[in-house]
């Protein structure tokens, strides 16, 4: 089944404690991206990858990185977490490429930090 | 579920009705149109799309208009169900840049 693959989905975590939401996706697609979610602010974009080893900065990639070692992996991470980065996560992947036309997106990745 | 609708605009339909949900965007380069459906605890699905070449697209109970004059996009869902209760999201691009999202309308169906 095509699709795309989050986790956690669930996280609670203290402020400071180094964490990782891994995303992979079996469709071969070269685009992928992640976004946050929160409550009146719609989708934002964190960072988003063209292909292996590209990436560049969303709209707040603030207290984020990203590697994509992989076409099919693009991992979140998260050096130092804030209270401000409780938020639920999704990743997202595209067969066209700038990730034009139709995102695949995961089930998300609810995360709260203490 | 996920409490990811919050402040939204919320649009009650009865059931069997039409729908009709509204988005309004900004960038008159933007070229290409996107509608998605959220459900609850669930990851944005893709419902239509349409390119700015054309003013209307049908699917399966569902019609996308786009007024490029007011920069105005519709989803019309045609006798709405139960299983319609979502929260909907429009986006849009232009060349090459990311999606751009819209906050969302929630969509609840009264049976």
């Known amino acids: 089944e095509a699709q795309v693959t989050q986790n956690p989905r669930y996280l609670i975590t203290v402020t400071g404690k180094k964490l990782t939401v891994t995303c992979s996706q079996n469709?071969?697609?070269?685009?992928m991206s992640w976004y946050r979610q929160d409550p009146g602010l719609g989708l934002r974009q964190i960072y988003y990858s063209m292909n292996v080893e590209v990436t560049d900065k969303g709209d707040v990639p603030e207290g984020y990185k990203v590697s994509r070692k992989e076409k099919r992996n693009f991992p979140l991470i998260l050096e130092s977490p804030s209270p401000n980065q409780t938020s639920l996560y999704f990743c997202a992947s595209s067969p066209l490429p700038g990730g034009i036309g139709e995102l695949f997106f995961g089930e998300g990745s609810r995360l709260t930090v203490l | 579920g996920e409490s990811v609708g919050l402040h939204l605009p919320t649009l009650s339909v009865q059931e069997g009705d039409n729908s009709i949900i509204n988005c309004a965007y900004s960038n008159s380069a933007s070229d290409y149109f996107i509608w998605y459906k959220q459900e609850s605890g669930k990851g944005p699905q893709f419902i239509i799309d349409i390119r700015s070449n054309m003013d209307k697209r049908q699917g399966q109970r569902v019609t996308v208009l786009l007024n490029k004059t007011v920069k105005h996009l519709s989803l019309q869902i045609a006798a709405t169900q139960p299983g319609d209760s979502a929260v909907y999201f429009c986006a849009e691009n232009s060349g090459n840049t990311p999606l751009v999202f819209g906050k969302g309308t929630r969509l609840s169906v009264i049976a």
């Open positions: 469709m071969n697609h070269e685009y």
